[in-house]
């Protein structure tokens, strides 16, 4: 199993171009979410998906765009990239079951520096 | 509105002295409390759910709805306890909501 598998690991970006940033399960989870986590501020919820075909927006969703295609990939979309997008991205995903006897796995982050 | 509070942003003990990590939430219905952990640059683990009332790590949690409180706690710091700790909530939406993170610092 290789639980949650993020692509690319760092990326340097300049002001104004675009990237996608992967995000692939194989647990077979239906929620998937994408946070940023900034110095100081924790983790931000960006978007999150109940399942293929549905997001919905999070905490700070300005500036990126998701999709869910498939069970397995969430993708992340930054169309202009801006400096205040500096930060450690990372994706997660857990099965829907109330209460919650599954904990969040989290893959391994991007790092992105935009200049 | 959902909300975590976690007001400490840094927690320094010695070895072998008690710990606690505070959390408190904002929360009007039946919320499920996490904690997580990360250790210097590495993706974030769970440690604790409040459902399970499990001890892990030697850390325990205690859902107090009266204090809308879910302090993380253990008896004896370990040097290997150092990290990053993050309370964390979920709502009826699903969205899972974090606090700011306390950093945890274990001097030998």
């Known amino acids: 199993n290789a639980g949650v598998t993020q692509t690319p690991k760092f990326r340097i970006l300049k002001i104004g171009q675009s990237m996608t940033l992967q995000c692939a399960q194989d647990?077979?989870?239906?929620?998937m979410y994408w946070y940023r986590q900034d110095p100081g501020m924790g983790l931000k919820l960006i978007y999150y998906?109940?399942?293929?075909?549905?997001?919905d927006k999070g905490e700070v969703p300005n500036g990126y765009n998701v999709s869910r295609s498939t069970t397995e990939d969430f993708p992340l979309r930054l169309e202009l990239a801006a400096p205040s997008q500096t930060s450690v991205y990372f994706c997660?995903?857990?099965?829907?079951?109330?209460?919650?006897?599954?904990?969040?796995?989290f893959g391994s982050g991007t790092r992105l520096t935009v200049v | 509105a959902q909300r975590v509070t976690q007001p400490e942003k840094l927690l320094s003990v010695f070895k072998g002295a008690p710990v606690e990590l505070k959390c408190n939430y904002s929360?009007?219905?039946?919320?499920?409390l996490f904690w997580y952990v990360q250790y210097s640059r590495q993706r974030l683990q769970l440690l604790l759910r409040?459902?399970s009332r499990e001890s892990i790590k030697g850390f325990t949690a205690d859902l107090n709805k009266g204090e809308t409180s879910f302090h993380l706690k253990k008896p004896f710091a370990q040097e290997e306890d150092s990290a990053m700790y993050y309370c964390?909530?979920?709502?009826?939406?699903?969205?899972?909501?974090f606090g700011t993170g306390t950093r945890l610092q274990v001097f030998p």
């Open positions: 964390a909530l979920r709502g009826n939406t699903d969205k899972l909501i």
């Open positions: 997660a995903s857990t099965r829907l079951v109330r209460p919650s006897n599954y904990g969040y796995t």
């Open positions: 998906s109940v399942g293929a075909g549905i997001t």
């Open positions: 409040h459902i």
């Open positions: 929360y009007s219905g039946s919320p499920e």
């Open positions: 647990m077979n989870h239906n929620y």
